[in-house]
């Protein structure tokens, strides 16, 4: 708002100045002009990505499901997943968990998920009582700080 009253008015000035053969004057002016112009540029570029990507973060953030310990993402009706629920709130990466005989775990932070029937959105709690106790605790593992 500022930065475009500031070109109009200057704009106009730079004319005035013009017309009072003041060249090196205007010419002075018309190249701030252009730097605040760049500027504004700039800024809107950086707004523009930075929009785009907070939709990008709603748009996951709407396909994502938790199942209590887990993320998994539905996409196109197709399920993908599971996903480690510490790297996806800590750093919004979707990390894929490998799966083992009784836990899944994640390659990235080593985080340990404990597999349990309730746990899986593929075979929902057949109670609403059920559901409450699906809240197992992940067993975490710090990551390492190298
Ligand atoms: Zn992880």
Not at 13 to 39: M, Y
Not at 93 to 119: F, I, K, M, P
């Amino acid at each position: 708002m500022f930065s475009s009253m500031y070109q109009a008015t200057g704009f106009k000035r730079a004319i005035i100045l013009c017309q009072e053969g003041k060249v090196e004057e205007a010419e002075a002016l018309l190249k701030s002009l252009q730097d605040e112009f760049l500027a504004v540029c700039e800024e809107n570029e950086a707004l523009k990505n930075q929009l785009s990507e907070v939709a990008d973060v709603l748009d996951l953030a709407e396909k994502v499901q938790f199942d209590g310990q887990k993320y998994w993402l539905m996409d196109a009706g197709e399920q993908k997943g599971p996903f480690c629920q510490v790297c996806y709130d800590r750093d919004g990466l979707l990390v894929h968990l490998q799966e083992h005989d009784n836990h899944w775990e994640c390659q990235s932070c080593h985080g340990l998920y404990l597999r349990t029937q309730e746990a899986d959105p593929m075979r929902k709690p057949k109670s609403n009582v059920r559901s409450t106790l699906k809240k197992t605790i992940p067993l975490f593992l710090e990551r390492e700080m190298g």
